[in-house]
């Protein structure tokens, strides 16, 4: 991390900040597509050539919405039902019986360490998508970008019985300072119209002589934007640069989706870099497509809670939407002085407006990582396949209308988790309704030294979302909600001899399992899941969802609802 | 060829002082079977630790500035002992070996390592209420008169050693040669040997009883020993003041561990090893002197049939010497010269390595690479009865290897070399007489990593790395070694025997390094020590080799009954890899 006392240093010439149209950018998007269909499931967006352009788009992810036909539902009793409101989030079907994975530390082992030629930083680790899974980005302080996957040796990828072996490879980015710099945060985001049309923004600094005769050195600041040329899949070693001169000590590069507000396409958006700076503001960063120029535009625009200056350098932002439409978004800021800041937005409009704010100070250090979690969502979000599989889960609701704003009765809770450094970690529950007021003390979190990172994912497979913290002493603590008590407990720890500086989690193998990445000062493991006990937990799960599926299907034939001619 | 490693489990271990390149070793000291960490420092401290106990199993002080510590079977008796070299030419033996212990007349507790006799005599003479004197300090002030040890040390330190020019180095009893006379002298002396009983019941008892973990195995049958003799005890009180005495000093901490054997050899030793270097069937102490001197010494046992004269001899003199508050010892051995070579460079270190047949040699590494063997002639049979010049003649003859590529080499950069390393085809036995010989390697502080096999070198890797240290490393019992080489900055290679290598990074200045077998969690695991400037030692124990194949739960062939079921309840025939890892992402985490 990069002292912020030498933003002072820079003449305060800002970058142009443009303020286009926003139809015209957002249009032309939309011109390009010929149609785009969004996966909510992941979150994901998929362009998919259309046959005729008469007729709206069919999303062969998502039930094809009719505004004649409710949502078939068992209990589908009329609009008029009092438990409405309700019954719009459903509660996952329970499938098969609670079965999980009860002992997740030993049946967690390393597959593979890819060892890093010198330390990054908290900001350094990110994750491009692969075709099937996803590769590791890693960006080390002083030596390029790293690409880490899992490379397929006996042939082709997209067989099933493919051999995996690990790749480690610098990234063939072109610096274009003058001198090789240190990267300072990485970051990257599918483009919106294919998942490996790949944006990888990289933060670096470079030391520059300003006035060689005093021997002193300016540090000047760089976003780095490397893009596929086109909306098609790329190849990573081929991508276009766009160099953005930052005035500020770039710390956290994060991305945002922001909804586009089309009649027809209610759940398609556009993604921009968010970016936080030493002079204490939270910046944008979006793409004219028409020149492909990444450029910073007024904040305020499509975020208007981030706006003006923050009391200390923001540490970490955090976006999550409550609903597949992009209509109401939950916005996180955690400070380096320990301030909370937590936004409520109602983003039908553009700009946003604030629904609520609320302002905390959590703990004594800085906050190093904010995140929000939710089970339910987390559950309808996973993609559902789209085979027979799908019919087993109600249509998730993509009518805006039916969403209750005033006391947001359809959102399931909302949980934040905020990392401090070395007071102990809280999690603020059910932020839409309680507001920050109420907070729980994470037990252990802070008796390890620093704590650096922390990822939410769910570990055991029960359905409900745990989460790893990892700590500067080289301990990993899993977190795991207690569901009689609703108390967050100690899953286990485990100890590394190394510092851990980032975890996250994701699909290396490309298996459609989650795999455990911590990386270290020196190293970034990759930890799997027993293979055997996945396999195990898939065949009788699968079992018992087909059992189930087979119980449905005939309910919903026999209500003449069902519409499975999506083939 | 491994893959990565996997270094999950580190032990941070406390540990102040310089510690030298070769004062740091994992070896079996107690002959148990698990292999410990040897550690001392320059202020004299030797550490022995075991399992994975942050708190050291055994401690020695003032040892001097310890520049070189080794483990071998140097009394040919079939039992590692630890040698422990200090810079100013004292040759220590630590015996940790449990067989030995019952035959101390003295329990653990008070970790006297004294022989029976000579404490009985003692108990007579020695004047027992006076203080303790610093043993450390004053051996530093009388420098070479350091023989000259008074009473009150000889009672804190089982070296009594008479003053003399002569190395006479003080033993207790000798455990195979003199064991009928033990049991004669036992009868002898069996009163006065109740009464340092009786001492050692009583400083027992404010030293306070062991924890386990550091408590010696074989504290059940020393307690019997303990019992058996404690029926005809008298009482005398004289001996429980001077036990108080002993407590109050640092030198009865319940886990120190005390000079078994010194002796004075040159002061600039650098490096030892133990090992039988002129193939005449007794391990030899092979010395590298800072010099450019190889010694080496034999262990000799003492004659039991002078014994008896030379014990009447001791006492007479020991009554003298009462006289003048001076005692010695009879000795059981001593380590006596062998050879010496004196060679034209520096020696940068040594290693011992396998002949085509199956012999012997020392090879040296000298700066820039260069390499040179110490042979012994085959053939021919050494007798006892040989004179030093015939010994001379007929072992230890210097080869010069002619290797090329040593002109090449810069000769300002001293250079390591670890030899004897084990091959595949070693392991597999599949060697024929005449290739039994076993590959070396040589690396240079500029970071070039020679492998050498035959005398020809088979690979070279420039590593632009300064390196310092050169070890071998075995993943597991019977598997091949890999040749690990370290740099002060932590960078650490590994490479095996065809010269592809993995680098692993430790991120602190690195001191010194090694690595070996340490016994964690039941058995003897690969392990890395590092020694950082800051006084810690980083022990990254049970260090996993990952070179399986990276198993996923793609694989459809495995899992035939999935297949069917895919096929028959959703109709998918034929899954791809993206719609399997969908389906299974969904089971996994969509449902519950």
């Known amino acids: 991390m990069s002292e912020s006392d030498k933003f002072d240093q820079f003449p305060l010439t800002h970058p142009r900040t443009v303020d286009w149209e926003a139809e015209d950018w957002q249009s032309n998007l939309l011109e390009q597509l010929n149609a785009i269909t969004v996966n909510f499931a992941t979150g994901e967006i998929k362009m998919e050539p259309l046959a005729g352009h008469a007729e709206p788009p069919v999303d062969p992810h998502e039930p094809q919405r009719d505004p004649a036909s409710s949502p078939p539902k068992e209990d589908a009793a009329g609009p008029s039902s009092p438990i409405k409101a309700a019954a719009t989030y459903p509660p996952p079907v329970a499938l098969a019986p609670t079965e999980f994975i009860s002992d997740t530390n030993a049946s967690l082992r390393e597959i593979h360490v890819f060892n890093l030629p010198n330390q990054s930083n908290i900001y350094g680790l990110s994750q491009v998508n692969h075709e099937i899974g996803s590769k590791l980005l890693v960006g080390c302080l002083?030596?390029?970008?790293?690409?880490?996957?899992?490379?397929?040796?006996?042939?082709?990828?997209?067989?099933?019985?493919?051999?995996?072996?690990?790749?480690?490879?610098?990234?063939?980015?072109?610096?274009?300072?003058?001198?090789?710099?240190?990267?300072?945060?990485?970051?990257?985001?599918?483009?919106?119209?294919?998942?490996?049309?790949?944006?990888?923004?990289?933060?670096?600094?470079?030391?520059?002589?300003?006035?060689?005769?005093?021997?002193?050195?300016?540090?000047?600041?760089?976003?780095?934007?490397?893009?596929?040329?086109?909306?098609?899949?790329?190849?990573?070693?081929?991508?276009?640069?766009?160099?953005?001169?930052?005035?500020?000590?770039p710390f956290h590069l994060s991305h945002c989706s922001i909804p586009l507000h089309n009649p027809k396409f209610p759940d398609v958006c556009e993604t921009l870099f968010v970016l936080t700076g030493s002079d204490k503001r939270v910046h944008a960063i979006v793409e004219n497509r028409v020149d492909q120029i990444w450029t910073e535009i007024a904040v305020e625009r499509y975020f208007p809670e981030l706006k003006g200056q923050f009391p200390s350098v923001p540490y970490w932002v955090d976006f999550m939407y409550l609903d597949p439409c992009y209509s109401r978004r939950l916005t996180a800021v955690g400070c380096g002085c320990g301030t909370l800041f937590v936004h409520l937005m109602d983003t039908r409009e553009s700009p946003p407006i604030i629904l609520h704010s609320w302002k905390k100070v959590v703990g004594e250090g800085q906050i190093v990582k904010v995140q929000f979690l939710s089970s339910e969502l987390y559950q309808e979000r996973i993609k559902v396949p789209r085979d027979l599989l799908e019919r087993v889960r109600p249509d998730i609701n993509m009518d805006m209308t039916e969403y209750d704003f005033e006391k947001f009765s359809d959102v399931p809770p909302v949980h934040l988790l905020v990392v401090n450094s070395f007071s102990p970690s809280k999690i603020l529950k059910d932020v839409v309704r309680n507001g920050v007021a109420e907070e729980e003390d994470l037990c252990q979190s802070n008796e390890f030294d620093l704590q650096t990172s922390a990822t939410v994912l769910d570990i055991d497979l029960d359905g409900r979302l745990e989460f790893v913290i990892g700590t500067y002493g080289g301990r990993l603590l899993a977190y795991k909600e207690n569901l009689s008590t609703h108390v967050w407990e100690v899953l286990w720890i485990r100890t590394l001899g190394h510092s851990i500086m980032a975890v996250d989690h994701g699909d290396m193998t490309g298996d459609g399992a989650q795999e455990l990445i911590v990386m270290t000062r020196s190293y970034v493991q990759i930890l799997q899941h027993e293979p055997k006990l996945l396999k195990k937990l898939r065949l009788k799960r699968l079992k018992a969802l087909l059992k189930n599926t087979q119980h449905n299907v005939v309910v919903y034939e026999d209500n003449q609802q069902l519409d499975c001619s999506r083939s | 060829?491994?893959?990565?490693?996997?270094?999950?489990?580190?032990?941070?271990?406390?540990?102040?002082?310089?510690?030298?390149?070769?004062?740091?070793?994992?070896?079996?000291?107690?002959?148990?079977?698990?292999?410990?960490?040897?550690?001392?420092?320059?202020?004299?401290?030797?550490?022995?630790?075991?399992?994975?106990?942050?708190?050291?199993?055994?401690?020695?002080?003032?040892?001097?500035?310890?520049?070189?510590?080794?483990?071998?079977?140097?009394?040919?008796?079939?039992?590692?002992?630890?040698?422990?070299?200090?810079?100013?030419?004292?040759?220590?033996?630590?015996?940790?070996?449990?067989?030995?212990?019952?035959?101390?007349?003295?329990?653990?507790?008070?970790?006297?390592?004294?022989?029976?006799?000579?404490?009985?005599?003692?108990?007579?003479?020695?004047?027992?209420?006076?203080?303790?004197?610093?043993?450390?300090?004053?051996?530093?002030?009388?420098?070479?008169?350091?023989?000259?040890?008074?009473?009150?040390?000889?009672?804190?330190?089982?070296?009594?050693?008479?003053?003399?020019?002569?190395?006479?180095?003080?033993?207790?009893?000798?455990?195979?040669?003199?064991?009928?006379?033990?049991?004669?002298?036992?009868?002898?002396?069996?009163?006065?040997?109740?009464?340092?009983?009786d001492r050692s019941s009583a400083n027992r008892t404010p030293s306070g009883s062991h924890t386990p973990h550091t408590g010696p195995p074989s504290d059940g049958d020393k307690n019997k020993i303990t019992a058996s003799l404690d029926s005809d005890t008298p009482n005398d009180t004289t001996r429980d003041s001077m036990s108080e005495s002993d407590t109050s000093s640092h030198h009865c901490e319940h886990n120190s561990i005390h000079v078994w054997y010194r002796q004075r050899v040159p002061a600039n030793i650098r490096e030892v090893l133990i090992f039988d270097l002129n193939n005449d069937g007794i391990n030899e102490v092979v010395m590298a002197l800072t010099d450019r001197v190889v010694r080496t010494y034999q262990w000799h046992p003492s004659d039991p049939v002078n014994e008896e004269l030379k014990e009447k001899a001791a006492i007479l003199r020991m009554q003298k010497a009462r006289k003048h508050g001076r005692v010695r010892r009879r000795r059981l051995g001593t380590l006596k010269p062998v050879q010496k070579w004196e060679f034209g460079n520096q020696i940068g270190s040594i290693t011992r390595n396998r002949n085509h047949d199956g012999t012997n040699a020392l090879i040296l590494a000298q700066p820039g690479g260069g390499m040179l063997k110490l042979i012994s002639k085959s053939g021919l049979e050494l007798k006892e009865d040989d004179s030093p010049e015939e010994l001379m003649?007929?072992?230890?003859?210097?080869?010069?290897?002619?290797?090329?590529?040593?002109?090449?080499?810069?000769?300002?950069?001293?250079?390591?070399?670890?030899?004897?390393?084990?091959?595949?085809?070693?392991?597999?036995?599949?060697?024929?007489?005449?290739?039994?010989?076993?590959?070396?390697a040589v690396v240079t502080m500029a970071g070039t990593v020679m492998f050498v096999k035959d005398d020809s070198v088979v690979w070279t890797v420039e590593t632009e790395k300064p390196l310092f240290c050169a070890r071998s490393l075995a993943m597991g019992a019977d598997q091949p070694d890999y040749v690990v080489v370290a740099g002060w900055s932590g960078y650490t290679f590994f490479f095996d025997q065809n010269g592809k290598h993995l680098e692993f990074m430790f991120d602190q200045s690195v001191a010194t390094f090694t690595c070996g077998p340490f016994y964690s969690d039941g058995a003897n695991r690969p392990t890395l020590v590092y020694t950082t400037v800051d006084g810690e030692i980083f022990l990254y124990y049970n260090l996993k080799p990952l070179e399986r194949v990276i198993e996923t739960i793609q694989n459809l062939d495995e899992d035939q009954e999935l297949q069917e079921l895919l096929k028959s309840a959703m109709g998918l025939s034929k899954v791809s890899g993206p719609q399997l890892a969908d389906i299974t992402s969904y089971i996994l985490y969509g449902t519950r």
């Open chain 1, 142 to 249: 002083d030596l390029p970008v790293f690409l880490f996957e899992f490379m397929c040796t006996n042939g082709n990828m997209l067989e099933p019985n493919h051999v995996i072996e690990p790749l480690g490879q610098e990234l063939a980015l072109h610096m274009v300072m003058p001198k090789p710099g240190c990267i300072l945060a990485v970051d990257s985001f599918g483009k919106t119209t294919h998942r490996q049309a790949y944006v990888i923004g990289v933060c670096c600094e470079d030391e520059v002589d300003a006035m060689p005769k005093h021997n002193s050195q300016i540090r000047e600041h760089f976003l780095q934007v490397y893009s596929s040329p086109r909306e098609e899949p790329g190849n990573i070693d081929e991508l276009d640069l766009a160099t953005l001169q930052l005035p500020y000590a």
């Open chain 2, 1 to 197: 060829m491994i893959k990565s490693f996997s270094l999950p489990d580190c032990l941070v271990l406390r540990f102040t002082g310089t510690v030298q390149q070769n004062a740091i070793c994992l070896a079996d000291v107690d002959n148990d079977g698990q292999n410990e960490l040897i550690v001392g420092n320059s202020d004299g401290t030797l550490a022995v630790y075991k399992e994975l106990s942050d708190e050291p199993w055994r401690v020695c002080h003032d040892l001097g500035m310890i520049s070189a510590v080794c483990v071998g079977d140097m009394r040919n008796d079939g039992t590692n002992v630890l040698v422990v070299i200090d810079g100013s030419g004292w040759f220590y033996i630590l015996d940790f070996n449990a067989t030995y212990e019952p035959r101390l007349r003295v329990t653990k507790e008070t970790c006297y390592h004294l022989p029976g006799d000579v404490l009985d005599r003692l108990s007579d003479s020695v004047c027992s209420e006076q203080p303790m004197k610093n043993r450390s300090m004053e051996r530093h002030s009388s420098g070479d008169s350091a023989l000259d040890l008074d009473q009150t040390e000889c009672l804190s330190n089982p070296e009594i050693i008479v003053s003399g020019s002569e190395n006479l180095p003080i033993v207790p009893e000798e455990d195979n040669s003199a064991a009928d006379q033990n049991d004669l002298r036992r009868r002898e002396t069996s009163r006065s040997r109740s009464i340092s009983q």
């Open chain 2, 393 to 440: 003649a007929k072992i230890g003859e210097v080869n010069c290897s002619t290797l090329s590529i040593n002109e090449m080499r810069n000769f300002t950069t001293s250079a390591e070399i670890k030899g004897n390393l084990l091959t595949q085809e070693a392991i597999t036995g599949q060697l024929e007489v005449g290739l039994q010989s076993t590959p070396y």
